[in-house]
Structure formats: structure tokens, C-alpha cells
């Protein structure tokens, strides 16, 4: 698998260990991470820090030159508002873990540009399918939906 | 004035007295606020704390049956970042205190059924105005532009 990836699942574990979503993702400029993180509702109390927020925030201020040129890699379809975030800097690319159990603003996002690649990974699947199964109010609140 | 977009430029005024940048939003929900905010990007060193993202980190974890009933007050029209957690939450209506010096993304948010009110407000309108021309570099670097 790619190392990218595998970073975005560690951190999605992480946060399972921890009692949280199991959802991770890291930003990728030049061939280096620069930001990895992974949901915090739960640790953090948190309603803004999902995965992709997460590895912004650990990234810290970035120029738009390097946003450009980063790949983000997410465990889950990115929802409004990671997808926003995602426009806001203008991340040319993502590589999502599986759309099966969630699907975001895909398809806002390429509508803007914004090229995708979507892996299907069995794990990723895996990971969203049990938390889903134990936490269906948890998850639902971290979707917005009842 | 409102009291809650005056409370949201109080934000944003609290913001520029901290050295940042001069955004602010409150969340109203059954006629009180329940969370506010202001950017902190050069306080935190945050890229995704907005005004309107502050805001929310700020409401803490709340249902989406209360989201639902809310408006969210801010003193510049939302980023795709800020509009993207509009629409994760389904917040249903948005009062902008301008958008005169920028206009995010408020086209989305009219069609996906949200309600926006756009004051022009002069306080609003002359903040942004005074820290675009003293910072522009900060403000390109929140916006996401070289």
C-alpha cells in the first residue's frame, strides 16, 4: 500500500485507540508529510476537527504555493466542510480511502477542479462498518444528521 | 444594530486588538448565542480557525436538531471552508455583515437552500477595509491567494 495512505489509516487507528472516529488523514508536500491527523470529536469535543481539519491544523500557516502543490490523503470521503477547506487552499488532489459507507461533496469537488482517486481499501471500509455498527449516534452527530 | 451582529463585530474587533485579523461570528440559537468567535490565525497560529469556524469550535458538540434552528451571525461573507461547515451542520440562515471586500462562497449556500442577508454594514465593511491595506499579505494567506 501506499506509505501515504498507510499513514492516514495509522492515524485513523489512533483515534479509534483513543475512543474517538476512526477516521485519519495526512497532507503531503514534495514527497513529505507536513500534516497528519485524525478526528477529535470525541477527545477533543471537538465539532470542527475531523481528519482533514485535523492534518490542516497540524500542517500550521502554509503559503498557497505549497497548498498547491500538496496531495491530501483521507481515510473517508471528505464531507462540506473538509471539502471546503480543501477549496479554500486550493489542494489539487485527493486520494480517499472508500466512499462506501459516507460519500462527501465528490462530486463539488470535481466540478471545481480538484482531481480524485478513490481506493476503495478494505481496511478503511472496515474500520467505518464496526464504528458505525457500535457508535451509529456518535457517527450521526459527526455528520450533521439526526 | 442587532445585538448579535453587534456582538459578532465585538469579536471581530476583539480579534484586531489581539494583533489578528478582523472577523468575527457569533451562533444564535432560540434568541441566545451559543458559541462565538474570531479568526486566530496569528493568535493560534490556526489555519482553519475562521471567525465563523472559531464560532463552532466554541457552540462545542451540539445535535443537528439544534444546529437546525440556528443562524449563524458573521462580519464577512464565508469562505468554502466556513460555508462547507454551514452546510455540514444545515444551518439554515447566515446574516453577512458585508461582502463588499470579499464574497465567498454564497452561491453555493443560496443553492443548497440556505438563507443569506447581507447588511453592508460601514463598521464591517471599514474593518476589512483598514486591515486588507495594512496586512495584505496576511489576508491573501487566509483566503488562500498568493
Redesign the interface.
Known sequence: MDKFMRAAIDEAIKGKEEGGIPIGSVIVYQNEIIGRGHNR?VQS????LHGE?DA??N???????V?RQCTLYTTLSP???????I????IPKIIIGENQTFIG?EQ?LKRRGVELEVLQDPECIQLMQDFIIESPELW??D????
Request: overall charge negative; proline content about 3%.
Open positions: 470529536r469535543g471537538s465539532p470542527i481539519m490542516f491544523e500542517a500550521g500557516r502554509r503559503s498557497a504555493s497548498y464531507c462540506s466542510m473538509c471539502s471546503g477547506a477549496l479554500l487552499y486550493e461533496e463539488l450521526n452527530e455528520i450533521g444528521t439526526e
